[in-house]
Structure formats: structure tokens, C-alpha cells
């Protein structure tokens, strides 16, 4: 399975991924995970990304596009991946599209989660993530809370608020998303490639439509 996840900030494309990966097989790649942990290690690519991570923007194109192909040809997406968070925009469509015809593994499916404005400030706002890059569990203090405040069910690495999930911000990135990233619904529609999906409600409500989609002609 080769699929991207389409979707503003907050339409569940984490939580789809995570299931997907553990019914399917397929590795979750999500460009905003890599980029996070290249600013958490300090290196070139996280000191230059830094920036327009903190203010909702988007991260050039090539450095974006330079670190998915390189996660892309290791070994454990092999047996497919499911991309979140990428591509964002038409120059990086383009580019995965012709590395993946040209590797012989074109993708399968575009999947793109539909939801209100309101909902996505209110699953931002409460969202809490494990910073444990070997853990990575999400939280929500009112829809997912974690047993003990603050601290994470699994591992018991206290849990984060990410920088980017204030409200400000959080405006900023639906704005940029509605810009340079929405129009790619188009793109992968005329690649004969998408699925739409309402995304709101439980994330296993959600699941079984994305399920029910996949295995539509
Ligand atoms: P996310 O975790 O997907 O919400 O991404 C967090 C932030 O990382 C975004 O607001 C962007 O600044 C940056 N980012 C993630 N993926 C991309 C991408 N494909 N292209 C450009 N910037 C990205």
C-alpha cells in the first residue's frame, strides 16, 4: 500500500495513519515528524526549518523534498508507506510523483479528510504529544486524556504541547493549507487517485470509512 494523506492541520491524518499502519503493514512517514526531530537534534536542516515551523509556514520545498525521498528508499517502506503531511504543495506532488513512476512503485491512493474550522481549533488546542521519538503517542485532555495529567499512558515521558498548536498559529497553518495545499485535492483528482473522507467524529468512526474507501474502485 503506497498511499498520501491529505487533510488541514488536525483533520486526523496522525491518528488515520497509526491505524492504517497497523492493519496494513505500511510504514507511516509524516514529513512533520522528521522535521520536528531534525530541530530537536539541531542539525542544518532543523535550524533552517525552525523558523517557518514556529510561524505556521511552510518549509522550502527542496528541503522537504530532499529528506522524504531519502526516508522513502529505506528499507522498511518497502513494503509501502502512507505519507501525512506531504506533499503540500504542487512542486512537491510533482517531484514525488515522478521519483515514485520512475522507482516503479506509483502510489495507490490520495486520501483527503474533509472538517470544519471550529473542529480543528478544538482538537489543536487540547492536543498532546509524546516527544519520545520512539513512542510518538498523541493525546486530547478532553477526547483522549491520559490517566495521569500530562504524562504519557505508554511510556511515562511527560507529554508536550506542540509550539505550533496555539491558536494564532494554528489560524496561520489553515490559511497556508487552504492556499498551496488544498488545491492538490485537484491534482490527485485528476490523477484518477482520490478518495474523500468526513473526518469528523471517534478516530475508529473514521477509520471505517477510510477502510470502506480503500477498498472502492
Ligand atoms: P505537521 O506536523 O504536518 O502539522 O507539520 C508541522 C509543520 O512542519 C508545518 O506547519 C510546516 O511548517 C512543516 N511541514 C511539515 N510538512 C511539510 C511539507 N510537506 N512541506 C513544507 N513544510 C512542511
Redesign the pocket.
Known amino acids: 500500500m503506497r498511499i498520501v494523506l491529505l487533510g488541514p492541520?488536525g483533520s486526523g491524518k496522525g491518528t488515520q495513519s497509526a491505524l492504517l499502519q497497523e492493519q496494513y503493514g505500511a510504514q507511516h512517514v509524516?514529513?512533520?515528524d522528521l522535521?520536528r526531530e531534525a530541530v530537536e537534534r539541531e542539525t542544518e536542516l532543523g535550524c533552517k526549518a525552525k523558523q517557518?515551523?514556529d510561524s505556521?509556514?511552510?518549509?522550502p520545498d527542496q528541503l522537504?523534498l530532499d529528506m522524504v525521498k531519502e526516508r522513502l528508499l529505506r528499507p522498511d517502506c518497502r513494503k509501502g508507506f502512507i505519507l501525512d503531511?506531504?506533499?503540500?504543495t504542487d512542486a512537491?506532488a510533482d517531484e514525488l510523483a515522478r521519483v515514485l513512476t520512475e522507482e516503479g512503485r506509483p502510489l495507490d491512493h490520495a486520501v483527503a479528510f474533509a472538517i470544519s474550522r471550529d473542529a480543528i481549533v478544538e482538537r489543536l488546542t487540547g492536543r498532546r504529544s509524546c516527544p519520545n521519538s520512539d513512542c510518538g503517542r498523541t493525546f486530547h485532555v478532553k477526547f483522549k486524556p491520559p490517566a495521569v495529567d500530562d504524562v504519557c499512558d505508554e511510556c511515562g515521558t511527560p507529554l508536550r504541547w506542540r509550539d505550533?498548536d496555539t491558536e494564532e498559529t494554528i489560524l496561520k497553518?489553515i490559511e497556508v493549507y487552504i492556499e498551496q495545499t488544498k488545491p492538490l485535492i485537484e491534482w490527485y483528482r485528476k490523477a484518477g487517485l482520490l478518495r474523500e473522507i468526513e473526518g469528523a467524529g471517534a478516530p475508529a468512526e473514521v477509520f471505517g470509512r477510510v477502510r470502506e474507501a480503500l477498498a472502492s474502485n
Open positions: 492541520p509524516a514529513s512533520g522535521l517557518y515551523m505556521g509556514r511552510l518549509v522537504v503531511g506531504f506533499p503540500r512537491q505550533d497553518r
